[in-house]
Structure formats: C-alpha cells, structure tokens
C-alpha cells in the first residue's frame, strides 16, 4: 500500500491479539513497518517476529529482500525489532540505522556482529530523490526512541499510534470515535508517565518547524486527514487536562466498601459531575486509567486484608503510581474488620507517586447511617472542589 512517492505500508495487522504485555488490546493492533523505494532501498522499522513471513512478502512485492540498503529502527522494543535478525541473514549488505541507546539494545537483543550505524537528531541520509532526517526521541518512550522524517512525512515509531486494528490504513478510513478513544488509552498507558519530556518534543518540533502533512505511526492507522488533531490531543493530555469528572475505583469483600463506593459516587452526583465506578474485579486496569486521563479526581476504596490492601487494589495503587496522573484530586476510603491497614498503606503509595491527597474515611466493619452520611459528604465536597478548579 502506497502512502506516497515511492512509500508503502508493508506492516502487519494482528486482529487477535488481546493482551499487549498485560494491555487489554480490545480491537487488536498493527505492527507498521515502511518501505522507502528509491534509488536505495530502506525499510524503517520491522514487526512482531511471528508477523515476518507477512513483513518478507510485502518487501518482495516491491522490491527484493536482499536489495535492501538501510534497515532503520527507530525503536529496539521486539514488537518493531523482532523481525531483524531474520531479514539481515537475506538482506545481507543492508546496514542497520540507529540512535546511540538503539545500537545498544540492538546489540544486546540480536548479537554484537550486527552492521550499526549510529545517528543523532538533525543527521540527515540521502537516499536519492529523498532525503532523511533523524531526530532522536529518548523517553518516548524508552531510551532508545528516534523519529524519522522526510518531505512533510513523520515516522515516530510508537508516538501518536494506537492498538487498533482496522481493514482502514489511514484516519479518514476508521470511525473517528473509536479512533481518538484508542488514541487516548495508548497515551494514558503508555505515554502519560511522560508527559513533560512529550510537552518538550512537541515545542522542538514547532521550533524546528517541519512542515508535516502525514504522522506515519508503528501502532494503528496513518495520520493524513488532519495530523494536527492527534498532536492537539497530545498537548491537551500532556499538560493534565482536568474535566468535571470522578473515578471511582474499588474492590469490596463483603459489601462494606462497595456500599460507601456507592454512597460517594451519590454524593459527586449530586452536584452535577460526571462519575464512573469501576470495581476492579469486574474491570480492566487499562480501562480505568484511560477515563482518569482526563479526570479532575480519583478515589479509591480498599476493603482490608491481612491488615493490607486487598490485590487488585495493590495492583491498581502500583499501576497508577508508575504512570503518574497529572492534577488529580485523590481521596482513599475503605472498611475494615478487627484491624486497619488498606487506607493507610494506599496514601503511602499515593505519597510516594507524589499525589494530592484530599482525604481518607476508613470504617469499621460496616458503614453506620452516620458514616454513610460523611461519605455523601466525601463525594460531595469532592465534586465541588473539581468544580473550583475548573472555575
Ligand atoms: Fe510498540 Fe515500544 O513498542
């Protein structure tokens, strides 16, 4: 598939796969490679190593294999690189473009013989009508990172992609909902821990001022309708966005703290806010942080268990510590039976990822009227506070 002057798609779509190292990937996803014919030959990036034989057959419907002259990975994490060490044994005088950090994992992953070349932000190549140009993006999002660019064209790797796997190859073919929905699940759990170096990359990129018509991602479909949308959303989600909206999160054991969940969403909803409860044994991690991305407040409930957090709590707490939510209200509830231990050990952890903690409310056994009473209360005040910042 042609996206331009001599550049095809030779990717891979994977329709099935449902967990992306622990992601829920509902709709799938792509591994897009690109194939630049000119007067040399360059594929930019690979696929996922049981997408090769797919990868080889594209290539080879454009040109041969062993013709190649540059293989650039923009990225060494295996679902772009894992199909390398199987193309150099047939794309023998193919050398191998990377950043500094990509040399490294590349030669850890695949053996210290391979034919690197090492490039660094503004290096250009020449590859006959077209010219490339590097520019390194480390952090985004792991060390290694590097876009590639040429004439209005973007190719940065895992920036704006999404797990969405579609017939559709660009914006334009997808349904538009679905595809800023994935757009914001992919940032909210891959890239928001990012969020300040993603505000960085974006100002270098104005200044540099590369006129850009196409945003050619390694995940999902081909930004060509209006690239600008998806690096708006980017600059919304990078500075921490904050609707008039709760998350409420919780697990309960015997229905103490399920019963106060409830009791506080009652109390947020009364003053006009949008609010979504998710019990965690009944929801996917990946989900909920996607809503908290443009949430204003996050409570938590915890039943106590051997005077700790009960597990998917613990796995919650930890999950979303490591991505670092920006302008978030925090507030932690929970029940316990002889002795606490849940709330306390969530602020620990809320303290430690450096959150705002508005409040806690820990009950014993079950929840009194009058208890009940203060987490309508909770909600309540939480609402309105969002509401303040907002104004
Ligand atoms: Fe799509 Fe960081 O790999």
Known sequence: MKIDEGIFWVGAIDWDIRDFHGYLTRRGTTYNAYLIKDEKKVLIDTVKYNFYEELIKKINEITNVEELDYIIINHVEVDHSGSLSRIIERAKRAKIIASKRGEEGLRKYY?????IEVVKTGDQLNIGKRTLTFIEAPMLHWPDSMFTYTDGILMPNDAFGQHLASSGRYDDEVDEEVLMEEA???YANILMPLSDLIIRKLQELEKINLPIKIIAPSHGVIWRSNPSKIINAYKKW??????EKLILVYDTMWRSTEIMARKIAEGAISQGIEVKVFKLRASDATDIVTEILDAGAVVVGSPTINNSMFPTVSAFMNYIVGLKPKR????????YGWG?????????????GGFHIYENLEVKYAPTDEELRRCFDLG????QEIKSIKA
Request: no cysteine.
């Open 380 to 383: 309540k005040r939480i609402a």
């Open 111 to 115: 053996g210290e013989n391979l034919n």
């Open 184 to 186: 914001a699940k992919y």
């Open 340 to 352: 606490g231990g849940a709330v306390a050990q969530m602020m620990e952890v809320a303290k430690r």
């Open 238 to 243: 990078s500075e921490g966005m904050v609707k």
């Open 328 to 335: 978030k209200i925090w507030a932690f509830f929970g029940s």
